[in-house]
């Protein structure tokens, strides 16, 4: 059974940095696709960042971009997602996700498609 385990939230104060981890278990992590996705209060979740299995294709969300960067650990089976200059409106639970990719070049942000979450972890950034 894969499970994913996030840690790394926490408060901060806005212009501060914070790495969220995620550490897949139960299978191997190179056959995954790895995401990070927030959701705010009241709204839909989003997708922020991803990666390919490969490491070498990334995508991130314009409202992320320049500040957050994504990388994964195939020997540690850990996605990191390291948030730099945080704002208040990042606010918001963020949630790891793992999508079993046929190739090693897909980067996938379609919540539908992820067959396995983490349980979130709550980032709160003050002004």
């Known amino acids: 059974q894969v499970q994913l385990a996030e840690s790394g939230g926490g408060s901060v104060q806005a212009g501060d940095s914070l790495r969220l981890s995620c550490t897949v278990s139960?299978?191997?992590?190179?056959?995954?696709?790895m995401s990070w996705f927030r959701q705010k209060p009241g709204a839909k979740r989003e997708c922020v960042a991803g990666i390919s299995r490969s490491g070498v294709y990334t995508y991130f969300d314009d409202s992320v971009k320049g500040r957050f960067i994504i990388s994964r650990d195939n020997g540690k089976s850990t996605v990191y997602l390291q948030m730099n200059s945080l704002k208040p409106e990042d606010t918001a639970d963020y949630y790891c996700?793992?999508?079993?990719?046929?190739?090693?070049?897909?980067?996938?942000?379609?919540?539908?498609?992820?067959?396995?979450w983490g349980q979130g972890t709550q980032v709160t950034v003050s002004p």
């Open positions: 996700a793992a999508y079993a990719a046929g190739g090693m070049w897909i980067v996938e942000t379609r919540e539908y498609q992820f067959g396995y």
């Open positions: 139960g299978d191997l992590f190179w056959n995954y696709a």
